[in-house]
């Protein structure tokens, strides 16, 4: 258990309590708001910090690799969830729910592609594409300026580029994965 991989598991621990404040958010209780996107903000920096610790001191295991995109997973998934369905937050923090729906079948096709990998091959490689890492980036902006609140033209700009984006990083796991699968 090296530090890289105590981080990426506080992430993933970060994702509940991102949400809970979200939750339990009202006007009485603005702070709640400030909580969240804190939290979200910290949990992105604690991406970087994990990946950068893992290549920086040679520290990068099979257990990392995994737990690092489900982490992510987590606190993404969460984030696109509660910002396009949670009906109480303020109208300038919400989430278009077909970006929502974007974001969630890829994570959802990535998921079952490659659990028919392992089925098919008997292990799974995670190893990330740059799409994907870039897509990773993006969907973490969106939602911190959606959090932000930030002005509605640079919420549709980062909201088409984060569903343009998923598509083709999408469409570029699939093609790896179907390679993968034929090989075997």
Same mark, same amino acid.
């Given at each position: 258990m090296n530090w890289a991989t105590r981080i990426s598991i506080f992430r993933i621990l970060l994702a509940p309590v991102f949400v809970t404040s979200l939750v339990y958010y009202s006007p009485v209780k603005p702070y709640l708001l400030t909580l969240a996107a804190s939290i979200f903000g910290f949990a992105c920096l604690t991406d970087a910090i994990d990946g950068y610790l893992a290549r920086r001191l040679n520290q990068v295991t099979d257990f990392g690799t995994y737990i690092d995109p489900i982490a992510d997973k987590a606190l993404l998934l969460s984030g696109f969830l509660s910002l396009s369905f949670m009906s109480h937050l303020p109208g300038g923090m919400r989430i278009p729910a077909w970006v929502a729906i974007v974001v969630v079948t890829r994570d959802i096709v990535i998921i079952i592609g490659s659990t028919i990998i392992f089925f098919t091959?008997?292990?799974? $490689?995670? $190893?990330?594409?740059?799409?994907? $890492?870039?897509?990773?980036?993006?969907?973490?902006?969106?939602?911190?300026?959606?959090?932000?609140?930030?002005?509605?033209?640079v919420l549709a700009v980062i909201f088409y580029?984060?569903?343009?984006?998923?598509?083709?990083?999408?469409?570029?796991?699939?093609?790896?994965?179907? $390679?993968?699968?034929?090989?075997?």
């Amino acid at each position: 258990m090296n530090w890289a991989t105590r981080i990426s598991i506080f992430r993933i621990l970060l994702a509940p309590v991102f949400v809970t404040s979200l939750v339990y958010y009202s006007p009485v209780k603005p702070y709640l708001l400030t909580l969240a996107a804190s939290i979200f903000g910290f949990a992105c920096l604690t991406d970087a910090i994990d990946g950068y610790l893992a290549r920086r001191l040679n520290q990068v295991t099979d257990f990392g690799t995994y737990i690092d995109p489900i982490a992510d997973k987590a606190l993404l998934l969460s984030g696109f969830l509660s910002l396009s369905f949670m009906s109480h937050l303020p109208g300038g923090m919400r989430i278009p729910a077909w970006v929502a729906i974007v974001v969630v079948t890829r994570d959802i096709v990535i998921i079952i592609g490659s659990t028919i990998i392992f089925f098919t091959t008997g292990h799974l $490689k995670a $190893k990330p594409l740059f799409v994907g $890492k870039l897509t990773t980036v993006f969907q973490m902006a969106a939602l911190f300026l959606a959090l932000l609140q930030a002005p509605p033209l640079v919420l549709a700009v980062i909201f088409y580029s984060v569903a343009i984006l998923t598509l083709i990083s999408g469409i570029q796991y699939i093609r790896v994965g179907g $390679k993968i699968v034929q090989a075997s």
